[in-house]
């Protein structure tokens, strides 16, 4: 009973006079606008509060770990898509651009830290020509490695905030997704403290993102 009540799972900026909000709400997520004027939830004409789908965007259970980051008005998140909570899923919506997401897989992005949008393009005109950013960071079980047990890995990932899909076996998929391990052990006998449980993203300004630096806790699992 106490896990039907509605957890809120995402609060976000959307733009200067609202923020965007996802709960899980009773296992049936959904996402509402906050005026922040008035700090209410914004109604339509009849006065009923405009609700969006939250699947995709918001876990089901409230003991699924999510991370999440408004981009220009487009949501980028890290969750899971599904009521048992086997597919999760990196995905983008919002706007008017078309919805893209990772691809379904029971070994992937299992558990959510935190995520994170570095503006890499910067300055205007940069003559690299880079494209922005949006880093997610997640642990799950690596495949890699034959054990008698699963092996957690931690991961970071991250997606161009420019990616436009691709075509045939790629529509609606991303085509700039790339993973890699991230790597924390004892400096004197190397034992591995493979869970990442957190994360901080300290910068010095949007001008300056190459000076930026990824703070992370790590646990063992064993």
Same mark, same amino acid.
């Given at each position: 009973q106490r896990d039907c009540h509605n957890y809120i799972k995402l609060l976000l900026q959307l733009n200067s006079t609202h923020l965007y909000t996802c709960g899980t709400c009773a296992f049936s997520p959904a996402c509402a606008y906050i005026n922040v004027q008035h700090f209410s939830l914004e109604r339509d004409a009849s006065g009923k509060v405009i609700l969006e789908d939250g699947k995709g965007r918001c876990p089901f259970d409230p003991e699924y770990r999510s991370t999440a980051v408004m981009v220009d008005g487009e949501l980028?998140?890290?969750?899971?898509?599904?009521?048992? =909570? /086997?597919e999760p899923t990196i995905s983008r919506s919002q706007e008017s651009r078309i919805v893209l997401k990772t691809e /379904?897989? &029971?070994?992937? &992005?299992q558990a959510f830290v935190g995520s994170a949008y570095l503006r890499?393009?910067? *300055? #205007? =005109?940069n003559p690299e020509g880079d494209d922005d950013k949006v880093y997610f960071f997640f642990s799950e079980t690596g495949k890699e490695f034959d054990y008698f047990e699963n092996t957690i890995v931690s991961r970071i990932a991250r997606v161009c905030k420019g990616d436009q899909g691709g075509e045939r076996v790629l529509q609606r998929r991303? %085509? %700039?997704? &790339?993973? #890699?391990?991230?790597?924390?052990?004892? *400096? $004197?006998d190397g034992f591995p403290f493979n869970v990442l449980q957190d994360i901080f993203v300290l910068t010095p300004g949007e001008l300056h993102w190459r $000076?930026?630096?990824?703070y992370g806790v790590f646990t063992s699992q064993w």
């Open positions: 980028y998140a890290g969750t899971v898509s599904n009521f048992q =909570g /086997n /379904n897989s &029971l070994n992937w &992005l890499e393009s910067l *300055p #205007a =005109g991303w %085509t %700039t997704f &790339l993973k #890699a391990q991230l790597l924390c052990s004892h *400096p $004197e $000076e930026t630096l990824f």
